[in-house]
Structure formats: structure tokens, C-alpha cells
């Protein structure tokens, strides 16, 4: 199974600070890398696929780099509303595997 | 993007089956690439793929679950279903249906809503 290891696994940040979510895979998968972030009771929501590209209806202030192994998400000036978990997916090979979590405190 | 929706008991016993239903609207799971997927997440911990099935009927397992595990579809009222036998504790989650294609970049682009499965005597 490819790891994603996630980091840090939580932080805490003021309104309009810049934050960074860090996910590493055990091994190359190439482009096949998304973002989510999930809000309490609430099913997963894509930010980012293909490491970079910013799901339709997502604020530009998210947004995704990276490349092989390691890959960043950041959100440029955090907002209230970004108050959640944050998830790394990788879909190279099977099993999907998912990082374990950023949580955004505010 | 699709509409799905998971149903089910929201209590299994110890060493019974877990049975699931998702039904979608808005695509068809009879058409097309996309993989119909079952995902689950224990309280506070990290989300586990289950599994998938395709339009063909072909199914991928997480090798993880795959000897309790069992997908499938029901084409003529576009729901696909989830078994896991043999539950434990450890089985207590919320589970989601969830659906990605070539056409959404290859991950997960809609989800259901989820839905709590205590296994408890």
C-alpha cells in the first residue's frame, strides 16, 4: 500500500495568516492527488485534483503544488469558514490510501 | 456531478453482516467509466476505501477487507450495495458512497452524505 503521511496533523492560525498542509506518499504517484476538506458531521468536500487544479465553486485562496512524492496545500489568507479537517487522497494504485488529517483551528 | 445517498441500519450485532444501499441520481451506474466506491471512517480517525465497482461489475477490494467484503450493483434502480460480514467494534464507522471518473480527474468529486454503523450487541 502507497502512505500518505500527512503534516502536521494540527494547527492553529489566525485570519489571514498563510497556511501550509504538507502530504507525503510512500512511493511516485505521478499527478494522481487531490484535496479535501471536511467540516464536523460532514462528508468530505474536493478542493484540489490532479495536485493543482481547483475544483470548480473552491475560493483561490486554496491551492495545490507539488510533485512524485511530496506535495502542499495552502490557503493564502485563512478565513473563519476554514475551520475543518483537511485530507490528502492518492488514487495511483490501489488500495486508495488517505493521509491522516490536518486540523485547521482558528 | 451525481447525487448519492446511503441507507441502512444504523446498528449491526457482533459477527453479523453490515449491509448498505446507495442510491444515485443524476448518472447512471450503468454507463460510462466512473467507479462506484465505498468509503468509511472510524470517530477521529483517517478515511479507509472499502471498495468499488464498476460499470462492467467488476470489483476492487482493499486487500485490507477484502476476505468480509462484497459490492454490488442493482442496475435497474441504479443503487449499489455494500456487505461486510463478520463485523467487529472495529467496523463502527460512518460510511460513504462516493463516485469518481475520467471526467472529474480520477478522485472523488461527489459524496454522499454518510451514515453512522454502531456494531453493538
Known amino acids: 500500500d502507497i502512505q500518505m503521511t500527512q503534516s502536521p496533523s494540527s494547527l492553529s492560525a489566525s485570519v489571514g495568516d498563510r497556511v501550509t498542509i504538507t502530504c507525503r506518499a510512500s512511493?511516485?504517484?505521478?499527478?494522481?492527488l487531490a484535496w479535501y476538506q471536511q467540516k464536523p458531521g460532514k462528508a468530505p468536500k474536493r478542493l484540489i485534483y490532479?495536485?493543482?487544479n481547483l475544483q470548480s465553486g473552491v475560493p483561490s485562496r486554496f491551492s495545490g503544488s507539488g510533485s512524485g512524492t511530496e506535495f502542499t496545500l495552502t490557503i493564502s489568507s485563512l478565513q473563519p469558514e476554514d475551520l475543518a479537517t483537511y485530507y490528502c487522497?492518492?488514487?495511483?494504485?490501489?488500495?486508495?490510501?488517505f493521509g491522516g488529517g490536518t486540523k485547521v483551528e482558528i | 456531478q451525481v447525487h448519492l445517498q446511503e441507507s441502512g441500519p444504523g446498528l449491526a450485532k457482533p459477527s453479523q453482516t453490515l449491509s448498505l444501499t446507495c442510491t444515485v441520481s443524476g448518472g447512471s451506474i450503468s454507463g460510462g467509466r466512473d467507479r462506484w466506491t465505498w468509503i468509511r471512517q472510524p470517530a477521529g480517525k483517517r478515511l479507509e476505501w472499502i471498495g468499488q465497482i464498476l460499470a462492467s461489475g467488476g470489483t476492487d477490494y482493499n486487500p485490507s477487507l477484502e476476505s468480509r467484503v462484497t459490492i454490488s450493483a442493482d442496475t435497474s434502480k441504479n443503487q449499489f450495495s455494500l456487505n461486510l460480514n463478520s463485523v467487529t467494534g472495529a467496523d463502527t464507522a460512518v460510511y460513504y458512497c462516493a463516485s469518481r471518473g475520467g471526467s472529474s480527474g480520477w478522485s472523488f468529486d461527489s459524496w454522499g452524505q454518510g451514515t453512522l454503523v454502531t456494531v453493538s450487541s
Open positions: 487522497l492518492q488514487h495511483n494504485s490501489y488500495p486508495l490510501t
Open positions: 490532479g495536485i493543482s
Open positions: 512511493q511516485d504517484i505521478r499527478n494522481d
